[in-house]
């Protein structure tokens, strides 16, 4: 049985930037109805200084025309920065604070969120694939002009 989806393969944004300065490159791969992710926050506006790493993985199902559903699997952190370290400790992130520059750990038990539902909505438009999700409802439209929602076949 052929288990691929229109969705097959690895994607990625452009560098973007949010609010509060940071930047981000967001990369999710899609395999059979395996979802891995991989979420690289920069300390500078250009995605040249590595802040922390994120790293999931996921299952999903498509839904109907236009949907897929993520169950969340699991999320390990790395802090990449001295900055992060100092941040994930006095947030007690992943419910410790023994936290070392570039060393792995496995978040996904603190985090709590395994199983839970996650609600995309996408189109896909040649080598670009538009995404927008909510963890409580499914969402009805995309916003395009929004570069975190903006990702180009690899």
């Given at each position: 049985k052929?288990?691929?989806?229109?969705?097959e393969g690895t994607w990625k944004t452009a560098?973007?930037?949010?609010?509060?300065n940071?930047?981000?490159?967001?990369?999710?791969?899609f395999a059979g109805n395996v979802l891995t992710i991989t979420d690289e926050k920069h300390s500078d506006t250009s995605c040249a200084t590595d802040f922390r790493l994120l790293e999931e993985a996921h299952t999903f199902s498509m839904g109907d025309a236009g949907k897929?559903?993520?169950?969340?699997?699991?999320?390990?952190?790395?802090?990449?920065s001295s900055a992060a370290v100092t941040a994930y400790k006095s947030a007690n992130k992943?419910?410790?604070n023994d936290w070392v520059l570039n060393t792995v750990k496995d978040c996904t038990e603190a985090e709590?969120?395994?199983?839970?539902s996650v609600y995309c909505l996408y189109e896909l438009s040649g080598?670009?694939?538009?995404?927008?999700?909510?963890?409580?409802a499914q969402?009805?439209?995309?916003?395009?002009?929004?570069?975190?929602n903006v990702f180009t076949k690899q």
């Open positions: 052929d288990t691929t989806t229109p969705l560098c973007y930037t949010n609010s509060d940071y930047s981000f490159y967001f990369t999710p791969t897929f559903t993520i169950a969340l699997g699991t999320t390990k952190r790395t802090p990449q992943c419910s410790t709590d969120s395994q199983g839970d080598t670009t694939l538009y995404v927008a999700c909510n963890n409580s969402p009805t439209s995309i916003d395009k002009t929004d570069a975190s």
